[in-house]
C-alpha cells in the first residue's frame, strides 16, 4: 500500500488539546502535526488565535462568544475528521459543558474524538508568558484571562494529560501520537507481500 493510498482510506479523528493560556498547546499541536504529515496523514491545526481573527471574529470573550467560538470550532473539527482528515485543536476551551457538546457532535456521527488536557500549572504559564497576556493581566491592563481571574474547568476524564513543565515538545508530541496508534489511527504504512503465484 503506498503512502498516498493509505491517506485515501485513513480514518480521521479530532485531537482537541485544552489547557490555559502558554501551556504548549499550539507547540504540541505542530510538532505533531509534522510528524503526522510525514508519515502521509492528513493533517489540519485549527489554531485559536486564526480562529479568532477570522472564523469567529467580531465574538468577544463572554462566555456566550466564547461557546459560540467553541463551537463552531467544534463543527469545523469534526467535518473534517468525518472525511478523513486528523483535526488537531489547540484551543484553550475553558468550560466543560462548551467541550462536552463538540464530543457529543462527534458522537451523532460515529468520528473519533479525543481530549487531550495539556495541564501545565499556571506558574509555568505565567513565567513563559508566550503572547504576554499574564504580564498585561498583572498590570491591571487585562480583564478575564482564562485561569486567572476567568474559569477553567480541567477536564476530569481526558484521554491524555500532558505535564508539559516535564517534558519536550517532542515528548508531548510523542504521547499524543502514542495514543492515536493504540487506536489504530496512524502508524506506518503495513508492508504489503507480493503474492507468490500459484503453479500447477
Known sequence: MTTSSR?????GATVWLTGLPSAGKTTVARVLAGRLRSEGHRVEVLDGDE???????GLGFSRADRDTNVQRIGLVAEVLAR?????LVPVIAPYADSREAVRKRHDVSGTPYFEVHVATPVEVCSRRDVK???A???AGRLKGLTGVDDP???PVAPALQLPTQDQTPDESAAAVYAMLAE???VGPAPRVTPSTPRTR
Open 152 to 154: 477553567y474547568e480541567p
Open 83 to 87: 472525511n478523513g482528515v486528523l483535526a
Open 7 to 11: 491517506a485515501s482510506r485513513a480514518q
Open 51 to 57: 480562529v479568532r481573527r477570522f472564523l469567529s471574529a
Open 132 to 134: 504576554g497576556l499574564y
Open 183 to 185: 487506536r489504530c489511527l
Open 136 to 138: 498585561r493581566q498583572a
